[in-house]
């Protein structure tokens, strides 16, 4: 499993966020979650980004091995993004069918899986 936050360095609302992503995040892997947190500033690493136009900070993206689970903005509170993993990495059915996501989102979750 993948979390990415999108922000950017010069964003003042994404380095208030910052520890909150690696709080609720942090909480999940210490559960037994095998998850990869990923912080990614949009500007310093624009390749890995490529065609995914982000608009608002913070951008979120939770994918598994297989789908994108979720890609969008998420208002910045920490029961927010909790609510949010607890939806699609803990309380999700094996069987569910997540939303079809633009090609640009799987191409970069396509990358982001390839990074070591």
């Not at 210490?30 to 951008?59: C, N, Q, S, Y």
């Not at 999700?92 to 990074?115: C, G, N, Q, S």
Request: aromatic content about 8%; proline content about 7%; overall charge negative.
């Amino acid at each position: 499993m993948h979390i990415a936050c999108l922000c950017a360095a010069w964003c003042r609302l994404c380095d208030d966020y910052a520890p909150v992503f690696e709080q609720v995040a942090g909480e999940l892997v210490a559960a037994g979650v095998p998850l990869r947190r990923h912080w990614i500033d949009i500007e310093d690493e624009a390749d890995l980004v490529g065609d995914f136009d982000v608009e608002t900070f913070p951008t979120i993206v939770v994918a598994d091995a297989q789908r994108v689970r979720f890609a969008g903005p998420l208002t910045p509170q920490a029961d927010t993004l909790r609510r949010l993993l607890r939806a699609t990495l803990l309380d999700a059915a094996p069987d569910t069918h997540w939303p079809a996501v633009a090609p640009e989102i799987e191409a970069f979750v396509r990358r982001l899986r390839a990074r070591t």
